[in-house]
Each structure stands twice: as structure tokens, then as C-alpha cells.
């Protein structure tokens, strides 16, 4: 026992004399910000993990602009009606409820840039960096790109670019900064407007595109699930619980997989994935996932508190 | 009193090391983006996760929608070419390694029909002594 206590006095005195040692070292090299140089950077990192995730699973939602792309190709006219209105920003009290419309006005912004409504995209610009400021989470949106934004705002393709750099900068901020459920909830909004922008579009003209692209959400719900759970937030109980029972819906849509192998193009770094899914979805299935999607969205956009 | 020292001492280190890797990590990240082209629009995420090992893996399912391209960037250190990754359709079929094309930083994938997959990185054994933060990013554009 005594023999035992020694050890852990003389490794924790050897333990902090080296830990300081390099803390010490390390505070001699400039904190790199994003977009400068690198050079200092050492070509593995020798140090062990502290507080960061450590290997094993990480979440991966689509992009809302990914949708609105998608939308927009398939000729659906432009509906401001469908949008949250960025006015009902100061409606959001709680980080939980200011974290998810965060996320939805960023796909609002996403859907009209990809419409090129000029005005429109400055009010969701404005509402997303009010929103950011409330939270407490401003510098999570680097000045400089919301500055591009804010200059290419009548250029489309520039802008869906630079929403999506905003985002990701955002999302690694709040990584960095230990506000992963923030980040977590940000990108529920936005999957969730998503969701609600591709039913809008089937209501307006049903297409096949938009049918099975909302039938092929089953992975990217499932990832959501877990990853809100994760953070065992209390306010986020009501929530998993509706987005379980949307999954139960998508339990129900069934998929034919058919393996085909890629081809690669060396030459352009391209390989062609060509295995096909087909996707069974029916007008029931279609009608269950588009109340639930509306009556969750419907908690998140008109919460009171 | 002493080791009351030691320890805060050890606590202010550790604090100091886990910022330290961070900052590492957001560098990384950095250098990255750099790959994902402007004509490629960012899916708004930044995958990362620090590896202990060249036998740990991160790992993430995703699902890459049809008539898409989209283009993977995967770097770990200063220099490209650290990471490998493969990526695996439903039925574990590799789909893909960088591990052939000498651990390419970035590879475009035309994805004809939609399918789900997962992505898996670790450093590459032969370039990495020990740990090293790994930063996965994902661009897309419609066909």
C-alpha cells in the first residue's frame, strides 16, 4: 500500500513535470486559424488523446442543400410560403430551441439562394446571425465568410458554397468548443427542413425524384437518433421520441440492393460507384412520414419557450 | 502540499494538451478544405476524431444519394497522404481504398444510384510513429 502511494506520488510528480514540459512547448507555437498556414504542424500528432473523441463512431446527416438542389432541378417553383420566417427568430428562447431553428433558417437560406431570391437570403442571413448571437455562438460563423456571403449574396453558386463552408466551420467550432449538442441540434433542424422542403415539393408535383429521395432518409434518420441521443439531453427526450416513431414508418419502406463493381478512372481520380437500389415506398408510407415531419416541425418553428 | 501541486499541475497540462490537440485537429481541418474545390459544395460537417494507433479506426455510415458526385477529402498531419480509407457498401463490399492510389488525399465518386455506406480511416502504419488526429470532409455536386 505504501509501496503503492510512492509510485503515485513519484508518477504523477514525473507525469505533470513532462505534461508541463510539453504544454510549455506547445505554448511557443501560434495557434493556427483557419485558412493560414499550416507549416508549424507536426507531421503526426504524438500527443495522446485528452478530451477529443477517440476513434469508434461518428454521425453523418445530408445536407439541406443537398435537397433544395435536388428540388429545384426537378422544377418545383419557388414557395417562400413553405420557409419559417426569419421575423420569429426572438420567439426562440432556450439554447435547445434556438440550436434547431438555427439549423432550419440555415436551409431556408440554403433553399432560397438556390432560387436566387436576393432579398429573401438577406433576411435568413440576418436571422441566422441573430439566432448565432443569442446563443452565444457568433464566432462559430467566421466573420470573414459570412463577409463573402454577405458580398456574393446575388450569386448562387457562390453562395450555396459558402453556406456550406459556414456550416462545416460551424460544426467544428462546436465540436472544438465542447458544444457538440449544439451542433448536433443544428443539424436536426436542418434535416428536418430538408425533409419538409422535399414533402412541400411531392404536394406541389409529384415526382419519382423527390418520392424516393424522401424514402432513402431511413440511414440518415437512424444516425440522427443516435447522435441526439448521445448528449442525454433532457430537452431533447419529446423529440427522439417522435423521430423514433417516424423510424418505426421507415422500417416499413423495404430496398433491393444489387451489388455491381466500381470502375476506376486513375487518370481523374473518379471511380463510379454503379451498384442500384431499388426503393418501395408507397402513397400510405408517403402520408405517414409527411404528418409526422410537419407536426414535429410544427413543435420546433412555434415553440414558445 | 507538494502533491496537491503535482496534481493541479497535471490537471493544467492535460487541459493544456487536449486544447493543444485540438488546435492540431482545426489545423488539420484546415488543410483539408483546401481539396474540396469550389465547385464542390460542403455537406456543412467536418468528420474528425484523434487515433490512438495505426490499428484504430474512425468509422461513419453515410448516405451518398444517386446521379451525385461527390468528393471524399482525408488527411491526418501536415502533409497529405497519412490516412487511408476505405469505403464499404451494405454488404461489406469494398467500394473503394486510397490505399491503391498511394493514400490519395481526395478521390470524386459518381454515384449512379443511391446507396448506403459506411467510411472507415486509419493512419497509415508506414507514415504514422503514433497517434494522429484525422479529419474526413465530404463535398457534393449534381451530376
Redesign the interface.
Known sequence: MTMNTKNFKLNTKVIALGLASLLIYSCGDPKPADGQSTDDLPDTDTVKAVALNVGGELFSIPSPIQTALLIQKSGVAYDKAILNAGSKNSQYISDFSKSLNLGIYGADLGYVSMYNQTQDALGYLGAVKQLADKLGVSAAFDQNTMKRINDNISNKDSMLVLVGIAYRASDAYLKTNKRPEISSLILTGGWIESMHFSISAYKAKPTDEVKYRIAEQKQALGSLIKLISSHNLADAAGLVKDLEDLAKVYEGITTKYNFVEPTTDEAKKTTYINSTTEITINPEQIEQISSKILAIRDKIINVKS | MK?NL??C??I???????S????????????C?KHII?K?????????????NSE???????????E?TYRLAAC????DG?LIFNIY???R?L??TNKN?AN?P???????????CTIEAQ?DPN???????AVI????K?K
Open positions: 502533491t503535482y496534481k499541475l497535471l493544467l497540462s492535460i487541459v493544456g494538451l487536449s493543444t490537440a485540438k488546435a492540431q485537429c482545426d489545423s488539420i481541418a484546415s488543410l478544405s469550389a464542390f459544395i460542403s455537406d456543412g460537417q467536418s468528420y474528425r476524431s484523434l487515433l490512438l484504430e479506426n474512425a468509422e461513419f455510415h453515410t448516405t451518398f444519394f444517386g451525385t491526418s498531419g501536415k502533409t497519412n457498401d451494405q454488404d463490399h467500394l473503394f492510389y490519395a481526395y478521390w470524386d465518386f459518381k454515384v449512379k444510384s443511391t446507396l448506403e493512419l507514415k504514422n510513429a503514433g497517434s494522429g488526429c470532409l465530404i463535398g457534393f449534381q
